[in-house]
């Protein structure tokens, strides 16, 4: 691979980001290859890493500023928006990272087993509301069908009724509260990992 085509794929690679961050991208790249000289191309090719992988890094970089944003409101409310695309560009970083490979698998499966308890949780209430939204919806009908021949009973079905579309109720409220907080707080935790490595990469 040339300097050209590196530069290129790259481009194309960094496609959905802004202009300025593009535009730094590339220059940072052609800077370096500048000062790597012609003769060292394929060494400055090796050192920043195939174009997938270093345009994995530089999305990952863009979502670490765009949270360190100082419009803090603007900021927490574009990243709701979009957690789970940061969340991916940022899982894409850290397998992008130049990492032992033991430790960047052991990394990614925590990511993911992260991942799968908040899915799992989210989906667990999805069902639960499903189920008592469907049980209190029959017996609350079953309450007031039979309400003239056995009103004792009637009476507790439509207060079990009553009870189950609460719980379900409840139970919407807590998923709509896991999904706004507990992804974005999922990609907080991968962006903290990001980092570390990310800053131990650029000690050594």
């Not at 191309?41 to 997938?52: R, S, V």
């Not at 990952?60 to 991916?88: F, G, R, T, Y």
């Not at 052991?106 to 949780?121: R, W, Y």
């Not at 029959?138 to 009724?161: K, W």
């Amino acid at each position: 691979m040339t300097r050209c085509e590196y530069i290129v794929q790259l481009q194309q690679r960094l496609s959905g980001l802004s202009e300025a961050e593009i535009a730094d991208a590339l220059a940072y790249c052609n800077e370096y290859f500048d000062e790597a000289g012609e003769e060292n191309e394929q060494q400055a090719i090796n050192d920043l890493g195939t174009p997938a992988k270093f345009a994995a890094q530089l999305r990952a970089d863009a979502v670490l500023k765009s949270q360190d944003s100082k419009d803090a409101q603007a900021c927490a409310d574009k990243q709701n928006k979009h957690s789970l695309k940061n969340l991916w560009m940022l899982i894409l970083g850290v397998c992008a990272l130049p990492i032992a490979l033991p430790l960047g698998a052991a990394l990614i499966l925590l990511i993911f087993s992260m991942m799968l308890v908040v899915f799992c949780v989210i989906f667990a209430l999805f069902i639960a509301i499903v189920g008592f939204l469907a049980a209190g919806g029959v017996s609350f009908a079953s309450g007031i069908y039979n309400f003239s021949q056995a009103p004792g009973n009637s009476l507790i079905a439509l207060g079990l009724g009553c009870a189950s579309i609460g719980l379900s109720l409840l139970g919407i409220l807590l998923t709509i509260y896991l999904s706004r907080k507990g992804i974005p707080e999922l990609t907080r935790m991968v962006s903290r990992l990001y980092q570390r490595f990310r800053r131990k990469e650029t000690m050594e």
